[in-house]
T-cell receptor
């Protein structure tokens, strides 16, 4: 079945280092979404990418959608302790129903 | 103060017992969802409802049931047929194609 693969599963960084998580799909995606879940919290929507090759920035976060719309990445520049959490990508499927299938997430820990 | 409210925050289930998790939203969203999250795993879809009085099974519906009698409410019942219910349960509603999540309910087995 349709699935989105996300790597790495875990990432430990020193505060100030950069961080990247990747999502790959076997099929062409209509769009891809990114969510962040803080420890003990719930997923919160970050951004949606729709266009081939799209790049969007939110402060230190850079989101990219691949040219073939089969992969996406989230890059955080100069991580801070507030970036700690699990980052999920999610792809939409089901046509008009618009259900999401989530990657397993990348859990980021930041050492101060 | 708009949002999605899940209750209780923590719930314990005895062997053979059915328990119901509450999810209420005042966002006027039509679509609502229930997910299960296990440690180190992504979110897996249990049930979803696009409109009042209608709902569909997700990927892991066995052992669960739902109802959607009101737009604002989408309760999830974890039945005794669900043999491994310990997990974090998340309810969400959708506007456009963006989902908004409640704070979740942690269910454990006594």
């Amino acid at each position: 079945g349709q699935q989105v693969m996300q790597i790495p599963q875990y990432q430990h960084v020193q505060e100030g280092e950069d961080f990247t998580t990747y999502c790959n799909s076997s099929t062409t995606l209509s769009n891809i979404q990114w969510y962040k879940q803080r420890p003990g919290g719930h997923p919160v929507f970050l951004i949606q990418l729709v266009k081939s090759g799209e790049v969007k920035k939110q402060k230190r976060l850079t989101f990219q959608f691949g040219e073939a719309k089969k992969n996406s990445s989230l890059h955080i520049t100069a991580t801070q302790t507030t970036d700690v959490g699990t980052y999920f990508c999610a792809e939409e499927y089901g046509g008009s129903q618009g259900n999401l299938i989530f990657g397993k997430g990348t859990k980021l820990s930041v050492k101060p | 103060d708009g949002g999605i409210t899940q209750s209780p925050k923590y719930l314990f289930r005895k062997e053979g017992q059915n328990v119901t998790l509450s999810c209420e939203q005042n966002l006027n969203h039509d679509a609502m969802y229930w997910y299960r999250q296990d440690p180190g795993q992504g979110l897996r879809l249990i049930y979803y409802s696009q409109i009042v009085n209608d709902f569909q099974k997700g990927d892991i519906a066995e052992g669960y049931s739902v109802s959607r009698e009101k737009k604002e409410s989408f309760p999830l019942t974890v039945t005794s047929a669900q043999k491994n219910p310990t997990a974090f349960y998340l309810c969400a509603s959708k506007r456009g194609n963006i989902q908004y999540f409640g704070a979740g309910t942690r269910l454990s087995v006594l």
